[in-house]
Structure formats: structure tokens, C-alpha cells
């Protein structure tokens, strides 16, 4: 074929769909003269649209080429105004209708940046690609580069779930708690909580201490379980630790004056051992919930919650013991056969509790593991 029979296609390309959006156009515009009145169109309505260069610059190409004796056509497609896969297929769709009428040899792609480098590899696949130009106006090469980059991270911070939580949900309630306490307090306060909200979220995403933290909270919760048991997980562990905290606040504040350690120390435990261990065993019944259910793990919860509160009598007895210099160890001998006693007859009842469970669930059909 001769350098004169050569069918040019000039493409200027839109993805983000500035001409329908800006003067209602509907692509494809196809010849010099629509593609010449829409650039004009589209400079009037807004003279620093870098749309309307590449436009002048496609019919500029093409009518290069036509002086050096080539047969042309230039024409203009577009995406859609969000981008996307979905605009780059639009405008491929576009862009395969209008090489179907021409037949170009040669394509050449003309856009007004470095938007559209998402289409060029399927383009140079489907078509004869010759080259690309980039009508950059206002400003350079790498300035412009920059600004895309720059803008496409922006654009993660608000739409990106990993980002928008701490740009737009800590960002939320910091100005919502400024707003709030401005109001009731002074500036040097406020200014105060501000900061320290912003440093601990520093902190926190420096040492990802927030990782460690959803590390810890799998270990404990597992990674799947169902919203039941996910709810009795947290339900007994933060009222396990409830419960530990009240018996140490009851503590700090626990009467002191004129009193050796030994019996401050048996004065909170015969005052607060049955609340602690109460505590504690819901915190270990927290982490024993396992799945799938299993009985075993069934049991063995039962038998920490019964144990730990079978052990409080005899604990509180020790603590009398070293609160009361006067106390009976008559008594603190008695109790103790009284804990063993308790501990026996409670570990036959936890047993015979989890064989009628056992049995129930099968009644009902519960799939529950042995």
C-alpha cells in the first residue's frame, strides 16, 4: 500500500467525559468540522478546559496530514465522568464503531493529559496504534504527572476503607468533640483534648498498636463466629472486667488507717473475693467459647465457673483470718473440708448438667462436636 492510499484515524479521547458534561454533546463527534465547533463550543463555556487543546490539536494533526497527502478522519469519544472501567469501556466501544466505518491503517491518539494510558495497551491490541499525543498547556510534563498522582491519592483518603475511617471518621469526630467542648469549655482545654486525640491516633497507627490490638481480639474471639456467640464472648468478658476493676476500686478507697498490711489485705479479700472471682471466671468462660461448639468446651467452662466460686468461701475465710487476729483456725479447718466437699459435688453436677445438655441439643437437632 502507498504512502498516499494510508487511512488515518485521529482519536481524540475524553475518559472522563468533560464535553458531555460541559456543553452536552453526545459522543462520538466524527469530522473536522463537528469535531471544530465542538472545541469552540466547549472553549466558550470554559476557556481553561484542556479538553478544547487536544481538540484543536486533533484537527491541527489531521490536517498535517492531509497536506502530506493521507486520507483522514479525526473524531472525539468519551468515557463517563466518574472514569473507571465502565468509561474505558465506553469509550473503546466508541472508539471500535468509528475504526469500523473508517478502516484507518494508522491510529493516532491525541489526549489532553495522562489519564488515558489505561486504554492504550487494548487500543494498540485492537488497532493499528501508530502514536500517542499528549497536549499538555499550562503547565510541565512532570508537574502534571504529579498532580494526577497527587489526586488519585486524595481521592483514596475519601473513598479507600482503609483510609476514609481515619480521614473522614477521625476527622468527623474531632470536629465534632472541638465543636462540643468549645462550647462548654475554654480554648487551653480544648485545645488540649484536641491534640491528644491526635497524638494518640499518631501513636496508634505508628506502633500498630491497632493491629496488635484486632491480633489480640481474634485470639480471643476467633476469626468466624457467629453473631450469637460473639455477643456472650463480649457480654461475659467486659463484665468479667468490670467486675476486676470494681474490686480494685473498692480497694483504693477501702478504709487504711492504723493498719498493718496483712490486714488490709485480708480486709479486701473477705470483702470483695466473690465479686473477683466472679470476675475472673467469666473472663476465662470469654475465652473458652470456641467454634463450632464443642461439649468438651461446654464443660470445661461450667467447671471454671464453679470451681472459682466453690473456692470463696474458703478464701474469704483466710481473709478474715488475717484481718482478725482472734479468728478460730477451728473454723478455717472446717471450711476447707467444706471447699473439698463443695468442689466434688459440683464437678457431678457439671457432669450430669452436660450430659442432659448433650442429649437436649440432639433432641433439638443442634449440631454441636463432642
Not at 472525539?76 to 472508539?95: C, F, Q, T, Y
Not at 489526586?151 to 482503609?162: C, E, H, I, N
Not at 468478658?237 to 476493676?245: A, I, Y
Given at each position: 500500500?502507498?504512502?498516499s492510499?494510508?487511512?488515518v484515524?485521529?482519536?481524540?479521547?475524553?475518559?472522563?467525559?468533560?464535553?458531555?458534561?460541559?456543553?452536552g454533546?453526545?459522543?462520538?463527534?466524527?469530522?473536522r468540522e463537528?469535531?471544530?465547533?465542538?472545541?469552540?463550543?466547549?472553549?466558550?463555556?470554559d476557556p481553561?478546559?484542556?479538553?478544547?487543546?487536544?481538540?484543536?490539536?486533533?484537527?491541527?494533526?489531521?490536517?498535517?496530514?492531509?497536506?502530506?497527502?493521507?486520507?483522514?478522519?479525526?473524531?472525539?469519544?468519551?468515557?463517563?465522568?466518574?472514569?473507571?472501567?465502565?468509561?474505558?469501556?465506553?469509550?473503546?466501544?466508541?472508539?471500535?464503531?468509528?475504526?469500523?466505518?473508517?478502516?484507518?491503517?494508522?491510529?493516532?491518539?491525541?489526549?489532553?493529559?495522562?489519564?488515558?494510558?489505561?486504554?492504550?495497551?487494548?487500543?494498540?491490541?485492537?488497532?493499528?496504534?501508530?502514536?500517542?499525543?499528549r497536549?499538555?498547556?499550562?503547565?510541565?510534563?512532570?508537574?502534571?504527572?504529579?498532580?494526577?498522582?497527587?489526586?488519585?491519592?486524595?481521592?483514596?483518603?475519601?473513598?479507600?476503607?482503609?483510609?476514609?475511617?481515619?480521614v473522614?471518621?477521625?476527622?468527623?469526630?474531632?470536629?465534632?468533640?472541638?465543636?462540643?467542648?468549645?462550647?462548654?469549655?475554654?480554648?487551653?482545654?480544648?485545645?488540649?483534648?484536641?491534640?491528644?486525640?491526635?497524638?494518640?491516633?499518631?501513636?496508634?497507627?505508628?506502633?500498630?498498636?491497632?493491629?496488635?490490638?484486632?491480633?489480640?481480639?481474634k485470639q480471643?474471639?476467633?476469626?468466624?463466629?457467629?453473631?450469637?456467640?460473639?455477643?456472650?464472648?463480649?457480654?461475659?468478658?467486659?463484665?468479667?472486667?468490670?467486675?476486676?476493676?470494681f474490686?480494685?476500686?473498692t480497694?483504693?478507697?477501702?478504709?487504711?488507717?492504723?493498719?498493718?498490711?496483712?490486714?488490709?489485705?485480708g480486709?479486701?479479700?473477705?470483702?470483695?473475693?466473690?465479686?473477683?472471682?466472679?470476675?475472673?471466671?467469666?473472663?476465662?468462660?470469654?475465652?473458652?467459647?470456641?467454634?463450632?461448639?464443642?461439649?468438651?468446651?461446654?464443660?470445661?467452662?461450667?467447671s471454671?465457673?464453679?470451681?472459682?466460686?466453690?473456692?470463696?468461701?474458703?478464701?474469704?475465710?483466710?481473709?478474715?483470718?488475717?484481718?482478725?487476729?482472734?479468728?478460730?483456725?477451728?473454723?478455717?479447718?472446717?471450711?476447707?473440708?467444706?471447699?473439698?466437699?463443695?468442689?466434688?459435688?459440683?464437678?457431678?453436677?457439671?457432669?450430669?448438667?452436660?450430659?442432659?445438655?448433650?442429649?437436649?441439643?440432639?433432641?433439638?437437632?443442634?449440631?454441636?462436636?463432642?
Amino acid at each position: 500500500m502507498e504512502e498516499s492510499a494510508k487511512r488515518v484515524l485521529i482519536l481524540c479521547v475524553d475518559l472522563d467525559d468533560d464535553i458531555g458534561n460541559k456543553t452536552g454533546l453526545e459522543t462520538p463527534i466524527i469530522g473536522r468540522e463537528n469535531v471544530l465547533r465542538a472545541a469552540e463550543r466547549l472553549a466558550l463555556l470554559d476557556p481553561e478546559e484542556a479538553d478544547s487543546n487536544a481538540m484543536f490539536a486533533s484537527v491541527k494533526l489531521s490536517d498535517d496530514f492531509s497536506k502530506s497527502g493521507y486520507l483522514t478522519e479525526v473524531c472525539v469519544v468519551s468515557g463517563l465522568k466518574n472514569g473507571g472501567l465502565d468509561a474505558s469501556r465506553k469509550a473503546m466501544s466508541e472508539i471500535m464503531h468509528v475504526a469500523k466505518l473508517f478502516s484507518p491503517s494508522e491510529v493516532y491518539v491525541v489526549t489532553d493529559g495522562f489519564g488515558e494510558e489505561d486504554i492504550e495497551p487494548v487500543l494498540k491490541a485492537r488497532l493499528p496504534l501508530a502514536g500517542v499525543r499528549r497536549v499538555v498547556v499550562k503547565q510541565s510534563r512532570a508537574i502534571e504527572e504529579s498532580y494526577i498522582v497527587l489526586g488519585r491519592y486524595l481521592k483514596m483518603l475519601f473513598t479507600d476503607p482503609r483510609f476514609k475511617r481515619w480521614v473522614l471518621g477521625l476527622g468527623g469526630l474531632l470536629i465534632t468533640l472541638f465543636t462540643v467542648l468549645s462550647h462548654f469549655r475554654s480554648y487551653e482545654e480544648v485545645n488540649t483534648v484536641f491534640w491528644s486525640i491526635v497524638g494518640i491516633t499518631i501513636l496508634i497507627k505508628g506502633l500498630d498498636l491497632d493491629k496488635w490490638f484486632s491480633s489480640g481480639l481474634k485470639q480471643i474471639y476467633g476469626e468466624n463466629l457467629p453473631p450469637t456467640m460473639l455477643v456472650f464472648k463480649t457480654l461475659f468478658l467486659f463484665t468479667g472486667l468490670s467486675l476486676v476493676f470494681f474490686t480494685f476500686y473498692t480497694g483504693y478507697f477501702m478504709e487504711k488507717e492504723g493498719e498493718v498490711f496483712m490486714a488490709i489485705l485480708g480486709k479486701f479479700i473477705a470483702q470483695t473475693i466473690d465479686i473477683f472471682l466472679l470476675g475472673i471466671a467469666l473472663i476465662l468462660i470469654s475465652g473458652s467459647f470456641k467454634y463450632p461448639l464443642r461439649i468438651s468446651n461446654i464443660r470445661d467452662s461450667l467447671s471454671m465457673l464453679v470451681n472459682l466460686l466453690a473456692l470463696a468461701p474458703l478464701i474469704k475465710t483466710l481473709g478474715i483470718a488475717a484481718y482478725l487476729p482472734s479468728f478460730d483456725l477451728r473454723l478455717l479447718l472446717y471450711v476447707s473440708i467444706l471447699t473439698i466437699v463443695l468442689i466434688y459435688a459440683v464437678n457431678i453436677l457439671v457432669f450430669l448438667v452436660v450430659r442432659f445438655l448433650s442429649s437436649l441439643l440432639k433432641i433439638f437437632k443442634i449440631a454441636v462436636e463432642e
